[in-house]
């Protein structure tokens, strides 16, 4: 009968051992990559785009809002007013339009605009009744409709760019779906990316260089921008 190579005191003892470190190995393998995660995580929020409220301290200006608009350099985009469908609030006219407060925070919204001033500005709406009404509201007028306004799929970003004439600010009536592929396009975080009920989202588009996001403003805090005379 053959006798065993090691004692069975040395096989009983390191199995075990074995386990063990295979065991450290898998622990610190798992550590490092989810601490690699969180890292890579860390630096994608970190330098993700972002959008600048407007309305806040010094942020219009800073931003050269102003200067860039004075230009012709900015696309203007324009969530529609609130929707007669999906509110308690008294309608404007047919279900698929506006409310009431709706219809009043475009009209607030047309007068900061006339502040910031609508001489080098051409303003379209998507043809859908809630943003004719919103753009109607807006600027005191009928403004023409294109159908592309309404297409709010991954494309929509390079159409804003391709119907952006040079040394005029376009002004966009659109859907929030819009607003929100655009900004997906230009790297903006998940929770950054919002559109109120007629709130703006302002861009600057040079036709130089990369389009850059100027920052957004809520309907009723146009009152809250120093003007273009305090630039």
Same mark, same amino acid.
């Given at each position: 009968m053959a006798h065993a190579r090691y004692p069975v005191s040395v096989l009983t003892t390191k199995a075990p051992r074995q386990l063990g470190l295979d065991r450290t190995f898998l622990k610190r393998l798992m550590f490092s990559v989810?601490?690699?995660?969180?890292?890579?995580?860390?630096? #994608?929020v970190l330098t993700a785009t972002r959008v600048i409220d407007l309305a806040v301290a010094d942020n219009a200006t800073q931003s050269k809002l102003y200067t860039e608009w004075a230009r012709g350099n900015v696309v203007l985009m324009i969530r529609h007013g609130e929707r007669c469908d999906r509110s308690a609030n008294p309608c404007l006219g047919s279900p698929d339009g506006i409310t009431l407060n709706g219809s009043q925070t475009a009209a607030a919204v047309g007068l900061g605009l006339r502040r910031l001033g609508l001489?080098?500005?051409?303003?379209?709406? =998507?043809p859908l009744t809630r943003t004719q009404q919103t753009a109607d509201f807006?600027? $005191?007028?009928?403004?023409?409709?294109? =159908? #592309?306004?309404?297409?709010c799929d991954s494309g929509f970003k390079d159409a804003v760019l391709a119907h952006k004439k040079p040394l005029e600010n376009l002004v966009l009536i659109t859907h929030s779906g819009c607003i929100d592929h655009f900004q997906r396009k230009m790297g903006v975080i998940a929770w950054q990316r919002d559109s109120a009920?007629?709130?703006?989202?302002?861009?600057?588009?040079? $036709?130089?260089?990369?389009?850059?996001?100027? $920052? =957004?403003?809520?309907a009723m805090d146009w009152g809250k921008l120093p003007g273009p005379q305090s630039n």
């Open positions: 989810v601490l690699l995660a969180l890292l890579t995580a860390l630096a #994608w001489d080098n500005a051409r303003l379209v709406a =998507s807006i600027s $005191g007028r009928i403004v023409p409709t294109q =159908s #592309w306004i309404e297409d009920y007629t709130q703006a989202f302002f861009v600057k588009v040079d $036709g130089k260089q990369a389009p850059r996001i100027i $920052g =957004s403003l809520d």
